[in-house]
């Protein structure tokens, strides 16, 4: 959401290349993040002396996603579709607008 703003801003005021610089810097930052939250969970693992056990019920396995229905298949294609299509073209249609049309700010 964030890149959404920040990036669109940065291509008009400065070039494309800082704007795909900050998008590689979230990528990057939310990347050490994750890597921080590893680090923290393997810590307390070993303070606690004591790691989850999952049973074989617990666990995932690639043969369940065959279990799902039609029904969820198809909200799944749904969603795939909104967020593929039509999100960024709503974040790009005021200033398609507004180049097509000379529509003010």
């Known amino acids: 959401m964030v890149a959404g703003v920040v990036e669109p801003y940065m291509a008009e005021n400065f070039t494309i290349g800082a704007a795909l610089w900050i998008g590689f810097a979230f990528c990057a930052f939310s990347w050490f993040c994750g890597l921080g ?3 923290c969970e ?10 989850a ?19 969820f298949w198809l909200i799944v294609a749904s969603c795939v579709t909104v967020y593929c299509s ?18 003010p700010k």
């Open 37 to 39: 939250i590893v680090i």
């Open 42 to 51: 393997l810590y307390a693992d070993s303070v606690d002396g004591e790691k």
């Open 53 to 71: 056990k999952l049973s074989d019920d617990d666990k995932f396995k690639c043969r369940q996603l065959t279990e799902f229905t039609l029904p």
């Open 86 to 103: 039509i999100f960024p073209y709503s974040w790009n249609t005021s200033l398609m607008l507004r180049n097509e049309f000379n529509v």
